[in-house]
C-alpha cells in the first residue's frame, strides 16, 4: 500500500517494522486533535493493515505531550455556523466509525496514552485490548463544557466502569492520571515514560518472532509495568459517595446529592464536581446521563448509532445551540462565557 503523503497528510506518520505497524498522530502542537483528513488516513491505514497478512500488531500513539486531545470541535462548529452541518456529521460519522472499527479488529491493537488523552483521543483508544499510561498520561472528557456530551462510545466504556465512576467523569469532565486510570479499568497497564521505548522494541522482538498471542503481548508489556500508587485525594478512593451522589435519576437530584454532602464533606473532589456541573451545559448534562444509562444494556454499535443521532440533533440546533455558544467561548472568543439556558430533560426529542 502506499502511504507516501504530502505535507498536510503527515499530520499522522506510518511506520512498520518487523510485523508491528503503527499509526503515529503527529500534530504535537495542536495536541494531535483529530481532524477530518486525519481520520481518513488511519481509517485507510489501519484497514489495509488488518488485511496485510504481514502486520500482526498494531500500536497506536501520538507525538508531543499528547496522545490524542479530542476531535476537530472548531471545524466543525465553524462549518456549521456558515450553514454546513452536514460537514460536521460527515466527519463525526468517521470518526465513531473510526472507534467501531478499531473496537473489532482482528488484530491486536496496543494503545500508548504517553500523555493528553481526551474526547476522540479517547474514542480512538478505549475500545482497545491494551491500554498503556504513563506518569504523563491525562485523561478527560470535557464535552459538556463545550455544548456537547461525552462521545466517541463514552456512554459504552464509562458505563462500564465499576458503580457510578462512569458518570461522574462524564458529568463533573473530571482529570484522571495514570494511576487513577489503572485503578478504574481505563488502562490495562502502568508504564514509566521512559520505559516505553525499550517497551515498543520488545513488542517488536515479539513480533517478530511469530508467536503474537494477546497473553504474550500482555506478558511482554507487563515486564516493564510498575505499580503506581493512587493519589489520596482520588474520587475513586471514595466509591461510596461517588456511587451514593452519582446514583440519582436526575442530573438534578445529583447535584443536590453532591451539594448535601458538601455541608459536611469539603473534601476537594466533590467542591470541583460542583463546580464543574454548575458552569457547562445543563442539556449536554441531561442528555450524558441518558445515554450513559441506556449504554449500559446496549453494545457498543448501539451506544455510536446513539450517540451519532444524538450529535445531529445537537448540530442541527433541533435541541438548543449550547454547542455553538460554548465553542465559541472556549475556543474562539476564549472569553469562558458561553452563557447557556437550562432545558427541561422532556424537551429532547430524540
Known amino acids: 500500500m502506499d502511504l507516501s503523503i504530502n505535507m498536510e497528510e503527515k499530520q499522522v506518520l506510518f511506520e512498520e517494522r518487523k510485523g508491528v505497524a503503527k499509526v503515529i498522530l503527529n500534530r504535537p502542537r495542536q495536541l494531535n486533535c483529530l481532524n477530518h483528513e486525519m481520520v481518513y488516513q ?80 479517547a474514542g480512538l483508544s478505549m475500545h482497545t485490548p491494551f491500554r498503556i499510561v504513563t506518569e504523563k498520561t491525562i485523561f478527560a472528557m470535557p464535552e459538556g463544557r463545550l455544548g456537547n456530551f461525552p462521545d466517541c462510545g463514552a456512554s459504552h466504556f464509562l458505563s462500564r466502569l465499576a458503580g457510578f465512576f462512569g458518570e461522574y467523569l462524564g458529568l463533573t469532565g473530571a482529570y484522571l492520571d495514570g494511576t487513577e486510570m489503572l485503578a478504574c479499568g481505563l488502562a490495562t497497564h502502568f508504564v514509566l515514560s521512559k520505559d516505553i521505548g525499550s517497551m515498543e522494541n520488545a513488542l517488536d522482538r515479539l513480533t ?38 452519582f ?59 446513539s450517540e451519532n443521532r444524538a450529535f445531529c440533533h445537537i448540530l442541527r440546533r433541533t435541541i438548543t445551540s449550547d454547542f455553538y455558544k460554548g465553542s465559541r467561548a472556549r475556543l474562539m472568543v476564549k472569553d469562558g462565557k458561553p452563557q447557556m439556558p437550562v432545558y427541561t430533560f422532556n424537551t429532547l426529542n430524540l
Open 42 to 121: 488511519i481509517l485507510k491505514a489501519i484497514q489495509y493493515y488488518e488485511k496485510n497478512p504481514h502486520i500482526k500488531l498494531l500500536i497506536l500513539k501520538g507525538n508531543g505531550r499528547a496522545f490524542c486531545s479530542g476531535g476537530d470541535v472548531k471545524a466543525v462548529s465553524t462549518s456549521s455556523e456558515q450553514g454546513h452541518w452536514s460537514y460536521g456529521a460527515t466527519y463525526y460519522r468517521k470518526l465513531l466509525t473510526l472507534s467501531y472499527i478499531v473496537s473489532t479488529y482482528k488484530k491486536p491493537v496496543v494503545s500508548i496514552l504517553d500523555g493528553i488523552v481526551m474526547g476522540g483521543g
Open 208 to 245: 517478530a518472532s511469530g508467536i503474537v498471542l494477546l497473553s504474550n503481548i500482555s506478558k511482554t508489556i507487563s515486564k516493564f509495568s510498575h505499580i503506581a500508587d493512587i493519589k489520596k485525594d482520588s474520587a475513586f478512593t471514595r466509591m461510596e459517595v461517588v456511587n451514593k451522589c
Open 247 to 305: 446514583s440519582a435519576d436526575t442530573v438534578e437530584q445529583i447535584l443536590s446529592s453532591l451539594e448535601k454532602e458538601a455541608e459536611d464533606n469539603e473534601e476537594k473532589w466533590i467542591i470541583e464536581a460542583i463546580k464543574s456541573m454548575k458552569s457547562v451545559s445543563p442539556t449536554s448534562l441531561k442528555l450524558f446521563l441518558r445515554l450513559i444509562r441506556e449504554g449500559r444494556n446496549q453494545n457498543l454499535e448501539k451506544c455510536l448509532v
